[in-house]
């Protein structure tokens, strides 16, 4: 982005300096870069579109507060629907990384010592902690913008901006492994499941489904910041594991076909195949009388 309607350009790599706003000297009004893999941020419309911001800071007018100058990063969503308005919300957002406008926080970069700003020699990209993926997930996000701040002072940064492929490797082979196979279900719980790979949902109202039995049941789920841990909350109705079950009771839990996105291949999303996890109930208490889960059933036993 240019200032004064200057021509934009779409380059493969730049080295940019980025200053802070000087109230002392109204000429200079500082910078920002806002940097998109995709096209769509140099068109009419690109201030509505997904991209990064790089913003340097001094303690100068409303951030006269800060002890120091920072060089912060900002993931920016801001798609509009057809009413014009926000798809994505700081507000209402449950899901991790999935907002109109966040700080990438850099708290767990190598030797940060808890900063969430960039230091001089930081380097951020689609394969790095945290990345430059939306999302922070390189299966559903990747953009392939590689960061290196290059010099920091109390004056400004330069930073070096290139295009990177570096963590673009779609999984082969993506399974889903039950976590707690020594302790099994019951009849109401929190159930987790490792996948292979990080992955983001299709559809934020996914569900799997829980077979006990042969009998079927929705079973509403997310997944972790992280993408590599699915939560799936469920509630069977009352009677549906019983005194008489036995440990050989057939029990899964099933994703349909293209709950996850996988990646992106010649900018076409690649999507999982359907997938079932076998569980066991719940062993025996060691107690010879089973006990009543408050009127959801009773732990089965063997």
Not at 263 to 275: F, L, P, Y
Request: charged share 20%.
């Amino acid at each position: 982005m240019k200032r004064d309607n200057a021509d934009a350009e779409h380059m493969a790599s730049v080295s940019q300096a980025v200053t802070s706003l000087d109230y002392e000297d109204m000429r200079q009004q500082g910078s920002i870069v806002a940097i998109s893999a995709a096209p769509a941020l140099l068109g009419s419309e690109g201030r509505f579109s997904s991209y990064y911001v790089l913003q340097y800071d001094d303690a100068v007018g409303n951030q006269s507060v800060m002890s120091r100058p920072m060089l912060r990063l900002y993931r920016v969503q801001a798609e509009l629907n057809d009413s014009r308005v926000f798809t994505h919300s700081n507000i209402s957002s449950t899901e991790a990384h999935n907002q109109v406008i966040e700080l990438v926080d850099m708290t767990q970069a190598p030797n940060h010592d808890g900063s969430t700003d960039l230091k001089q020699g930081d380097h951020i990209n689609g394969s790095t902690t945290p990345s430059t993926n939306f999302h922070d997930l390189a299966a559903s996000g990747f953009t392939g913008i590689d960061i290196t701040v290059t010099s920091i002072n109390a004056l400004g940064a330069t930073v070096a901006i290139s295009y990177n492929d570096s963590g673009h490797e779609i999984p082969q082979a993506f399974t889903i492994t039950d976590t707690l196979m020594s302790r099994g279900i019951i009849g109401a719980d929190a159930y987790k499941l490792k996948t292979s790979a990080r992955v983001a949902k299709t559809d934020p109202y996914s569900q799997a489904i829980l077979t006990v039995n042969g009998k079927d049941f929705d079973v509403d789920f997310d997944i972790n910041g992280d993408g590599d841990i699915i939560t799936l909350d469920y509630q069977l109705p009352v009677g549906t594991l019983t005194t008489t079950s036995s440990c050989s009771l057939s029990c899964s839990f099933t994703f349909p076909k293209g709950t996850f996105i996988l990646g992106i291949k010649d900018g076409k999303t690649v999507t999982s195949e359907r997938i079932t996890v076998p569980v066991k109930v719940a062993p025996w208490r060691t107690s010879r009388r089973p006990e009543p889960t408050h009127g959801m059933g009773i732990i089965p036993t063997c």
